[in-house]
């Protein structure tokens, strides 16, 4: 068992910064290949970023590539995603993700373990 829980959530003007933290317990941090998901009203989850177990690879969907990136400190048991130039439509509740294996995935139905949110509003 994975235990994950975001923080960091909040309110932001359009082109602000937020960070946001998603610390695990339980298991090996390290074993797992992380991601971040995001899921707007009436909409399906989406992926966002994901990053291997050592932290070497790291993929984006094309809505945040150069805008967000997401890092780990296995040391910390912590995941991260540092959100610039935030716009309206990255509005959503954000959540993160464990897969144990060593390589990332897209796909919702690949990860085990999930945290249970932080909700994310961008303000125009």
């Known amino acids: 068992q994975v235990q994950l829980v975001e923080s960091g959530g909040g309110l932001v003007q359009a082109g602000g910064s937020l960070r946001l933290s998603c610390a695990a317990s339980?298991?090996?941090?390290?074993?797992?290949?992380m991601g971040w998901f995001r899921q707007a009203a009436g909409k399906e989850r989406e992926f966002v970023a994901g990053?291997?177990?050592?932290?070497?690879?790291?993929y984006y969907a094309d809505s945040v590539k150069g805008r967000f990136t997401i890092s780990r400190d296995n040391a910390k048991n912590t995941l991260y995603l540092q959100m610039n130039s935030l716009k309206p439509e990255d509005t959503a509740v954000y959540y993160c993700?464990?897969?144990?294996?060593?390589?990332?995935?897209?796909?919702?139905?690949?990860?085990?373990?999930w945290g249970q949110g932080t909700q994310v509003t961008v303000s125009s």
């Open positions: 339980g298991r090996t941090f390290s074993s797992y290949a």
């Open positions: 993700a464990a897969d144990h294996v060593d390589y990332v995935s897209v796909r919702v139905v690949a990860y085990d373990y």
């Open positions: 990053i291997s177990w050592s932290g070497g690879n790291t």
